[in-house]
């Protein structure tokens, strides 16, 4: 059942993967092998001499207490935010792929969101969680809760966590909702007749035949929690109070553009890139197996 | 075991299109009923209703005595064959059969006893730790069988389940569906657009179009004598040659013993016979247009010499003025000779003008 498109010569699919290929270049293998050589310099703090120290940042990195605090940090939060966004965008999916009247304005506002710039996505969740003005921060207070994430770490975490998730789910309930309806209503009827009752047909039906979509959205997930909340954390939380909201990725910020120290900063990121790389072989290792396709 | 009774039942589609016009029949204890009809009549809904996978807007559905239209499909107590299959993809030949029993909380060696009988019957009994993609077409096929019949249930429902099939396959299925549904006898409701299956596998057929039922009973008898111009176009293959006649006409050929106004003369292309003898039937002046030889027989396909005008054409029907005969043998007239086909008077259909009722013999 393979249809595949047959080239007789080397040139013309040689040209068709250049663009992509130079893509991956310039703006990832150049950065990445900058990163690495950077981890092995040091730059004085005018920038006016460079010494190769071979692993020094490396070790110097290994033996900073904030620094595991950091990937215990970035554990925490990658687990709350794949977990939700991917939970929630499930359950909307689900709910949006049935027949119900105006389902088409549902699913237009739902996927909104994902048109929001995280930093954008951060101030409006700000406003809203300000203890001194926000509405749902006043709300929470008159309920008897003293919340206030400028102060409280847990508080704070909360906050970034529902910004990233509330920015991700339009992604992930778009790829769930196709995956649904890629799945044959006859197969889910059959299942009915069966006597399976609904939540019974979701997990023994749905959710097998969802897990290729499923095992996507994780891997995309994982590299978007470890990344590109970046500005999420930057606008809401700048990773504090007290490092309570420094992820990796935040501090490989931090500590290269605001703390100028570029060689350390360099190290940080060339470990984080071989954290990300390694979950991902991992989970094509032992993750796929489990996967119907 | 069961019975099932349709009373005067109907669907409406919430734009207000009636699918369904209102239909009444009755499917004895272990008899097997198919609805054959053309594609958008209606037949397929009217399965998926009794099914319970649509809803009932008129009338009610009875199954083994008891009203069925508020409950669930899983309350029902029936299975159905979908067309696609419908097979779980991640699930083994195996773990197929067995999910409608475990859904039900039946002990794990119960289980493992029917699915071992049924894949036993169906010849599956290599393939029970197969995947649904390992599997050739007529395998899944039986395997969507061996799903409904592990279940034991009141009633089978088919939803065209051999037309994925290539031809051979289909045929040989057919007759693997009837044998089994013989041996089971649980009731069945079979729906389909190939008249052959229809015939082939019917106690009752439900000839249906346009979300009405054109008629029902044994298949011969429909073939015999069909109540409407549709049926007998539908039912047989080549189709029943129709042609509009005048009184005079039909009283000239025929005799003079049926005195009708102008109506639809129904012919089967079997029952023709070339010959230049006079008889007491029908007799048409045609000129040999096509032949098509099939081996054990060949159609000649004619246009009469006298004009005929057009009547209005139902699917399958053969082209106003145009003749087929069905002869034994391969030796046929050549293309532009002139022969003359006549047919008994006893195997003469009529029907009124607007092909709606049967008015003789």
């Given at each position: 059942?393979?249809?595949?498109?047959?080239?007789?010569?080397?040139?013309?699919?040689?040209?068709?993967?250049l663009?992509?290929?130079?893509?991956?270049?310039?703006f990832?293998y150049?950065?990445a092998?900058?990163a690495?050589?950077?981890?092995f310099?040091?730059?004085?703090a005018f920038?006016?001499?460079?010494?190769?120290?071979?692993?020094?940042?490396?070790v110097?990195?290994?033996q900073?207490?904030?620094?595991?605090h950091?990937?215990?940090?970035t554990?925490?939060?990658?687990?709350?935010?794949?977990?939700?966004?991917?939970?929630?965008?499930?359950?909307l999916?689900?709910?949006?792929?049935?027949?119900?009247r105006?389902?088409?304005?549902?699913r237009?506002?739902?996927?909104?969101?994902?048109?929001v710039?995280?930093?954008?996505?951060?101030v409006?969740?700000i406003?809203?969680?300000?203890?001194?003005?926000?509405?749902i921060?006043?709300?929470?207070?008159?309920?008897g809760?003293?919340?206030?994430?400028v102060?409280?770490?847990?508080?704070?975490?909360?906050?970034?966590?529902?910004?990233?998730v509330?920015n991700q789910?339009?992604?992930?309930?778009?790829?769930?909702?196709?995956?649904?309806?890629?799945?044959?209503?006859?197969?889910?009827?059959?299942?009915?007749?069966d006597g399976?009752?609904?939540?019974?047909?979701?997990?023994?039906?749905?959710f097998?035949l969802?897990?290729p979509?499923t095992?996507?959205?994780?891997?995309?997930?994982?590299?978007?929690?470890?990344?590109?909340t970046l500005?999420i954390?930057?606008t809401?939380?700048?990773?504090?109070?007290?490092g309570?909201?420094?992820?990796?990725?935040?501090?490989?910020?931090?500590?290269?553009?605001?703390?100028?120290?570029?060689g350390?900063?360099?190290?940080?990121?060339?470990?984080?890139?071989?954290?990300?790389?390694?979950?991902?072989?991992?989970?094509?290792?032992?993750?796929?197996k489990?996967?119907?396709? | 075991?069961?019975s099932?009774?349709?009373r005067?039942?109907?669907?409406?589609?919430?734009?207000?299109?009636l699918?369904?016009?209102?239909?009444d029949?009755?499917?004895?204890?272990?008899?097997?009923?198919?609805?054959?009809?053309?594609?958008?009549?209606g037949?397929?809904?009217l399965?998926?209703?009794v099914?319970?996978?649509?809803?009932?807007?008129?009338?009610?559905?009875?199954?083994?005595?008891?009203?069925?239209?508020?409950?669930?499909?899983?309350?029902?107590?029936?299975?159905?064959?979908?067309?696609?299959?419908?097979?779980y993809?991640?699930?083994?030949?195996?773990?197929?059969?067995?999910?409608?029993?475990?859904?039900?909380?039946?002990?794990?060696?119960?289980?493992?006893?029917?699915?071992?009988?049924?894949?036993?019957?169906?010849?599956?009994g290599a393939?029970l730790?197969?995947k649904?993609g390992?599997?050739?077409?007529?395998?899944?096929?039986?395997?969507?069988?061996?799903?409904?019949?592990?279940?034991?249930?009141?009633?089978?429902?088919?939803?065209?389940?051999?037309?994925?099939?290539?031809?051979?396959?289909?045929?040989?299925?057919?007759?693997?569906?009837?044998?089994?549904?013989?041996?089971?006898?649980?009731?069945?409701?079979y729906?389909?657009?190939?008249?052959?299956?229809?015939?082939?596998?019917a106690?009752i057929?439900?000839?249906?179009?346009?979300?009405?039922?054109?008629?029902?009973?044994?298949?011969?008898?429909?073939?015999?004598?069909?109540?409407?111009?549709?049926?007998?176009?539908?039912?047989?293959?080549?189709?029943?040659?129709?042609?509009?006649?005048?009184?005079?006409e039909?009283?000239?050929?025929s005799?003079g013993?049926?005195?009708v106004?102008?109506?639809i003369?129904?012919?089967?292309?079997?029952?023709?016979?070339v010959?230049?003898?006079?008889?007491?039937g029908?007799?048409?002046?045609?000129t040999?247009?096509?032949?098509?030889?099939?081996?054990?027989?060949?159609?000649?396909y004619?246009t009469?010499?006298r004009?005929?005008?057009?009547?209005?054409a139902?699917?399958?029907e053969?082209?106003?003025?145009?003749?087929i005969v069905?002869?034994?043998?391969?030796?046929?007239p050549?293309?532009?000779?002139?022969?003359?086909?006549?047919?008994?008077?006893e195997?003469?259909h009529l029907?009124?003008?607007?092909?709606?009722q049967?008015?003789?013999?």
């Open positions: 059942m393979e249809n595949r498109a047959i080239f007789s010569g080397k040139l013309l699919p040689c040209l068709l993967i663009p992509q290929l130079a893509i991956s270049l310039i990832f150049w950065p092998a900058q690495l050589w950077q981890s310099l040091v730059q004085d920038g006016l001499s460079t010494e190769f120290v071979w692993f020094e940042n490396y110097n990195l290994l900073t207490p904030e620094y595991y950091a990937i215990g940090v554990l925490v939060f990658s687990a709350l935010v794949a977990f939700f966004s991917l939970g929630l965008g499930l359950l999916a689900a709910m949006a792929n049935r027949n119900i105006g389902i088409q304005i549902y237009t506002f739902l996927i909104v969101p994902y048109a710039a995280p930093a954008v996505a951060s409006l969740f406003f809203m969680l300000q203890p001194g003005l926000g509405m921060a006043r709300a929470l207070q008159r309920a809760i003293d919340w206030n994430p102060l409280n770490g847990t508080h704070a975490m909360i906050l970034v966590v529902i910004v990233a509330w789910i339009s992604y992930n309930f778009l790829f769930f909702l196709a995956g649904l309806q890629a799945i044959p209503k006859s197969v889910i009827e059959a299942a009915a007749i399976a009752r609904p939540m019974r047909r979701f997990w023994t039906i749905i097998p969802l897990s979509t095992f996507f959205l994780i891997i995309v997930n994982i590299t978007y929690v470890f990344f590109n500005g954390i930057d809401a939380t700048g990773g504090g109070p007290s309570a909201t420094q992820t990796l990725v935040y501090k490989v910020f931090q500590d290269g553009k605001v703390g100028t120290d570029l350390g900063s360099a190290a940080q990121s060339v470990i984080l890139m071989v954290i990300v790389v390694a979950l991902t072989a991992f989970q094509f290792r032992y993750v796929e489990k996967v119907h396709y | 075991m069961a099932v009774t349709l005067n039942v109907q669907k409406t589609y919430p734009g207000g299109f699918a369904i016009k209102g239909i029949f009755a499917v004895g204890d272990g008899q097997f009923c198919v609805l054959v009809g053309p594609s958008g009549c037949k397929s809904t399965l998926r209703m099914a319970g996978l649509e809803t009932i807007t008129d009338g009610e559905i009875d199954i083994g005595g008891r009203i069925v239209n508020q409950i669930e499909p899983a309350e029902r107590d029936i299975a159905m064959v979908f067309q696609n299959y419908a097979l993809p991640h699930m083994t030949v195996y773990d197929n059969m067995a999910y409608g029993l475990r859904n039900r909380r039946m002990a794990e060696p119960e289980i493992k006893t029917r699915v071992e009988e049924a894949a036993r019957i169906l010849e599956l393939m730790t197969r649904p390992q599997l050739s077409g007529g395998q899944r096929q039986r395997v969507a069988m061996g799903r409904a019949i592990v279940r034991q249930p009141k009633v089978f429902l088919f939803d065209e389940p051999l037309s994925n099939l290539d031809a051979k396959l289909r045929i040989a299925m057919r007759v693997e569906i009837r044998k089994l549904q013989r041996r089971l006898k649980t009731t069945s409701i729906v389909t657009h190939d008249q052959l299956e229809a015939m082939t596998l106690d057929l439900v000839v249906m179009n346009g979300g009405q039922v054109e008629q029902i009973g044994n298949p011969l008898d429909i073939y015999q004598k069909p109540a409407t111009t549709f049926v007998a176009s539908f039912i047989g293959a080549p189709p029943m040659n129709l042609l509009p006649i005048k009184p005079d039909f009283k000239s050929q005799g013993d049926l005195a106004e102008a109506g003369l129904g012919v089967r292309p079997e029952d023709l016979v010959s230049s003898e006079a008889t007491s029908i007799a048409f002046d045609l040999v247009e096509a032949i098509e030889r099939v081996g054990a027989e060949t159609y000649i004619g009469r010499q004009g005929a005008q057009s009547i209005a139902n699917p399958g053969t082209p106003p003025g145009e003749v069905r002869i034994p043998g391969a030796v046929a050549d293309i532009g000779e002139k022969i003359r086909a006549v047919a008994p008077r195997k003469l029907f009124s003008a607007d092909g709606r049967r008015i003789g013999p």
